[in-house]
Every structure is written in structure tokens, then in C-alpha cells.
């Protein structure tokens, strides 16, 4: 049974150190979407931070999809919602409070990819983010924000002050979110029951595609979720051990052609 879709991370996986996609990797996507197979990002950032690699690539069109937001919503890459999961608006205000009472820099993000943050003091990672999804940061208590639909919540700061903060957060609002680690300076907090694996599973029904026809790239602990749904989990040899210890095939870094190198051993049959 061959591979149908194919779902990657991007950062660290499709995106080299340098952030740009390698042109082995292009190659390799125009091929897969000639053979007519899916060719999925399934990515923590919101979808104006996924189009301008869509766009690179060439995947285009209502029947090529993405999914964003760590998986919280699954979209065309022209934009047409499939499924939404979002915070409602007194999950958002406690968030809001809580990074005020504990000292912690976050950020909330709504279904247009607009940043929205309470800090006065913004923290740069708040605003590489924003630009990352081409956008600004808009400075706002909640009481001055119209009743848009949030759909991710980012605690964010250095490594150690995030380490240090991050029990405490789990233990606050666990219960009640999906709280995943995706990048060292990033913890994301989501609705319950929402993961990439969770979202792939859901896409891949819809298009009649089993898991066992499905590959999946990545390198973080967010994409743990993808590993345990796809028959074919491919870790990046940049990835974390962890996620390399459960992969059934580890291949070469994002440096080193590595998404280029599982499409000719994983994919292409000829």
C-alpha cells in the first residue's frame, strides 16, 4: 500500500537552519503532488504564516489542505475552515490575568492570525512571531477586544525562565487545555483534545485515506501526536531523541536534504 499523504512539520523539518526550504525539498514536493499524492504543513503557526511556503512549494487550491495551529484548525490552502477549535472568551481573560499575576510574557492569537497581547513590555518572541505570520502585535486589555474567535493562547520567554514557569502553568490550567512545548521558548496552551494527530486523523478520514497511507515528518515533541496516528513516522536527524526514538525511520537533517532523502526511500516507486 503506497503513501497518499504526506504531513510536515516546518520548522526544523521543512525550513533549514537558515529558514528556507532546500531546493531538494522542492524538487521532491512537485513530484509527490505530480504522482497525486497530498502534501500536508501541519504547523503551531496560524495559516498567513504557512502561505508564503505554500506558495514556494506550489501547492495551491481547495483540494490541498493544511493544518494550523498545532492541529486546532484544519483549512484548505485557499482558506476554507474544515474544522475549528478555539478558547472561549473566560478561558482567554484567565490566561490574560494569569500573565499578569505570575510575571510571565504570553500572547494570544485569533483565527485571522492577528497577535493580541496584554504586555506592555512586549517580549521579542511575541514580536518574531508576528512577523512570522506577517502581521503586528496589537496591545490590548480583553475588555477592549471585540468578540473574535481566539484560538491559541503562547506563554513564551527564555529557556530557563520558561523551564521554571512551566510546571505551574501545567498545573493551572492542564485540565482544562492541550499544553505542548513546540519550540524551547514557545508553550502553547489549546483547546482540550487538540494535537496534530488528532487533526491529521481527521483530514485523512475525510479524503478516505487510512493512517496506514500516511508519512509524517517532524522533530518536536508537538509532533509526537502525528507519530502515533501515521503508519510511517519520519524524525528529522536534527530532531529530538525522544521523537527519534519512536520514529520508524529517522533520516538526514533539515540541512542535509533530509525531507528529500525519506521521499526517495518512503515515497516514490519508481
Do not use: W
Not at 520548522?11 to 500536508?40: C, F, W
Not at 482544562?176 to 512545548?181: A, E, K, L, N, P
Request: with cysteine; hydrophobic share 40%.
Amino acid at each position: 500500500m503506497g503513501i497518499k499523504l504526506v504531513a510536515i512539520d516546518i520548522d526544523a523539518t521543512l525550513l533549514s537552519s537558515n529558514h528556507k526550504i532546500l531546493e531538494s525539498t522542492k524538487q521532491a514536493v512537485t513530484k509527490a503532488l505530480a504522482q497525486g499524492v497530498k502534501v500536508v504543513l501541519c504547523t503551531g503557526r496560524p495559516l498567513a504564516g504557512v502561505t508564503p511556503f505554500l506558495k514556494e512549494l506550489g501547492i495551491s487550491g481547495d483540494d490541498q489542505y493544511v493544518i494550523t495551529f498545532n492541529g486546532s484548525i484544519i483549512e484548505t490552502v485557499s482558506g476554507k475552515v474544515l474544522h475549528k477549535e478555539g478558547i472561549d472568551r473566560a478561558s482567554y481573560e484567565a490566561i490574560d490575568q494569569y500573565s499578569k499575576d505570575h510575571n510571565v510574557a504570553y500572547n494570544i492569537l485569533d483565527e485571522d492570525s492577528k497577535v493580541y497581547t496584554s504586555n506592555r513590555d512586549v517580549h521579542v518572541m511575541t514580536v518574531i512571531q508576528a512577523y512570522e505570520n506577517m502581521d503586528g502585535v496589537l496591545i490590548r486589555e480583553p475588555e477592549e477586544i471585540p468578540d473574535v474567535s481566539m484560538i491559541k493562547a503562547v506563554f513564551c520567554g527564555d529557556i530557563p525562565e520558561l523551564d521554571a514557569q512551566e510546571p505551574e502553568i501545567r498545573k493551572e490550567f492542564g485540565d482544562q487545555f492541550y499544553i505542548v512545548r513546540s519550540v524551547p521558548y514557545f508553550l502553547e496552551v489549546m483547546h482540550q483534545g487538540v494535537d496534530k494527530g488528532t487533526a491529521l486523523e481527521k483530514l485523512a478520514a475525510q479524503l478516505d485515506i487510512t493512517a496506514d497511507e500516511v508519512m509524517v515528518m517532524g522533530d518536536e515533541k508537538n509532533d509526537l501526536p502525528m507519530f502515533a496516528y501515521a503508519g510511517t513516522s519520519v524524525a528529522m536527524g536534527n530532531g529530538a531523541d525522544e521523537v527519534k526514538a519512536v520514529a520508524s525511520f529517522v533520516t538526514h537533517s533539515n540541512d542535509e536534504d533530509g525531507i528529500a532523502y525519506a521521499f526517495d526511500k518512503l515515497v516514490f516507486k519508481d
